[in-house]
């Protein structure tokens, strides 16, 4: 059953982090604003049951990037934050990827995208200024609707919009999800 939110509920949330990108990133990937859990570790993707790193690293035949509290090695260390954003951020960069969301801050309740409302889109100059982006993919349906939106005339260029790696698209599983990403990230690596 799907959970009902209130409005009342809602706050005004700011992006608590940039962008990633760097003057090799290609490829721009937007996703809509950042999870509460994503939030709270000032990266992208953070909530464990989100597809997102296992496509990527699928799509580019690339390992994995451990989550905070993932075992680490034979030795039983345990991942912290810190090696894990440092795995996923090389992961990315070291294959011309970027990666920001639409949404600099807005009105949301939690995690939920379907309460997102008096949206203020980011700066996206920020990284096309200093990227050769050739190609922007979003990360969903309201990713891609907010760039349409907010972004696509000021950049000057369409969006792909993909299904998202979120556990709540669950009628996507991992390898529909893989085979979908896959020729939009094949040529980035």
């Given amino acids: 059953m799907a959970k009902v939110v209130s409005m009342s509920d809602a706050r ?3 992006h608590v982090f940039g962008p990633l990108f ?21 990266f992208y993707y953070g909530n464990p049951q989100n597809r997102f ?15 905070e509290g993932d075992p680490l090695g034979e030795a039983g260390d345990i991942a912290t934050r ?9 992961l990315l960069l070291e294959h011309g ?6 949404i600099e ?15 203020e889109p980011v700066a996206i ?24 939106r907010y972004l696509e005339e000021h950049v000057g260029m369409a969006a792909e919009v993909l ?14 999800l893989v085979e979908r990403w896959r020729p939009a990230l094949g040529s980035s690596s």
Avoid at 26 to 42: D, H, N
Avoid at 59 to 66: Q, R
Avoid at 97 to 102: H, N, R, Y
């Fill in 12 to 14: 005004h949330v700011s």
């Fill in 22 to 42: 760097n003057e090799s990133s290609s490829v721009l990937i937007l996703g809509s604003f950042p999870s509460v859990r994503s939030r709270e570790q000032a």
């Fill in 53 to 67: 790193w296992r496509v990527v690293a699928a799509c580019l035949s690339a390992p994995v990037p451990v989550n």
């Fill in 82 to 90: 810190a090696q894990s954003v440092a795995q996923k951020r090389r």
């Fill in 97 to 102: 990827i970027a990666v920001w969301d639409v």
């Fill in 105 to 119: 801050s807005c009105d949301i309740s939690g995690s939920s995208d379907a309460s997102i409302r008096n949206v």
């Fill in 125 to 148: 100059e920020t990284v096309i200024a200093v990227s050769p982006i050739e190609r922007i993919l979003c990360n969903g349906a309201l990713a891609g609707r907010l760039y349409h």
């Fill in 163 to 176: 299904p998202s790696t979120s556990p709540a698209n669950a009628a996507w599983s991992l390898a529909r």
